[in-house]
T-cell receptor, first 114, second 111 residues
Framework: ETGVTQTPRHLVMGMTNKKSLKCEQH?????MYWYKQSAKKPLELMFVYNFKEQTENNSVPSRFSPECPNSSHLFLHLHTLQPEDSALYLC?????????????FGEGSRLTVL | GNSVTQMEGPVTLSEEAFLTINCTYTATGYPSLFWYVQYPGEGLQLLLK?????DKGSNKGFEATYRKETTSFHLEKGSVQVSDSAVYFCALVRGNDKIIFGKGTRLHILP
């Protein structure tokens, strides 16, 4: 139990569906992150939020839409995805944005796009 | 720019063998260095860290020493167990920059 909870753990969706991934942290952290983990590729940082404000968007396609209503919750809204978007999506949080290097990860949401 | 290079996997060892996973880095200044581990079906978790040269991070029998002269942070364990089977990520952070992860090394321990 890392204090970061992601739901759902597994998601299968068609290319025309709209779905959302949810992340909740119970650690009192100020920064939250979305990472994409694909087979045989390095971890990809997608979005960073600090005190609910987006501070980084690493050229992520607009079919991925993040939302951070407060410091404890982070969503990733998905629409019109492509099969190559199939991956493990990891949420993480940290006390300070990036600098401490100590990220706490959730168990991930395994996404399959048909 | 800053980068991390770690040995390609998978690494396959027998139980009780000695483990070394190599990690070298490129960075200006004095980064902090980390090893994260990802067990099957889970997210990454911090295994150990070192924040300055010659520091040794240790946890769960794993050790890594921050070697500035060789820009390395190799992960070692004297006697691995089947439960150590996982993917191991070397990472660095410099100042307030974002954390940079290596590509990961998959470790298989055979009983």
């Amino acid at each position: 139990e890392t204090g970061v909870t992601q739901t759902p753990r597994h998601l299968v969706m068609g290319m025309t569906n709209k779905k959302s991934l949810k992340c909740e942290q119970h650690l009192g952290h100020n920064a939250m992150y979305w990472y994409k983990q694909s087979a045989k590729k390095p971890l990809e940082l997608m979005f960073v939020y600090n005190f609910k404000e987006q501070t980084e968007n690493n050229s992520v396609p607009s079919r991925f839409s993040p939302e951070c209503p407060n410091s404890s919750h982070l969503f990733l809204h998905l629409h019109t995805l492509q099969p190559e978007d199939s991956a493990l999506y990891l949420c993480a949080s940290s006390q300070l944005i990036q600098g401490a290097g100590e990220l706490f990860f959730g168990e991930g949401s395994r996404l399959t796009v048909l | 720019g800053n980068s991390v290079t770690q040995m390609e996997g998978p690494v396959t060892l027998s139980e009780e063998a000695f483990l070394t996973i190599n990690c070298t880095y490129t960075a200006t200044g004095y980064p902090s260095l980390f090893w994260y581990v990802q067990y099957p079906g889970e997210g990454l978790q911090l295994l150990l860290k070192a924040t300055k040269a010659d520091d040794k991070g240790s946890n769960k029998g794993f050790e890594a020493t921050y070697r500035k002269e060789t820009t390395s942070f190799h992960l070692e364990k004297g006697s691995v167990q089947v439960s150590d089977s996982a993917v191991y990520f070397c990472a660095l952070v410099r100042g307030n920059d974002k954390i940079i992860f290596g590509k990961g090394t998959r470790l298989h321990i055979l009983p």
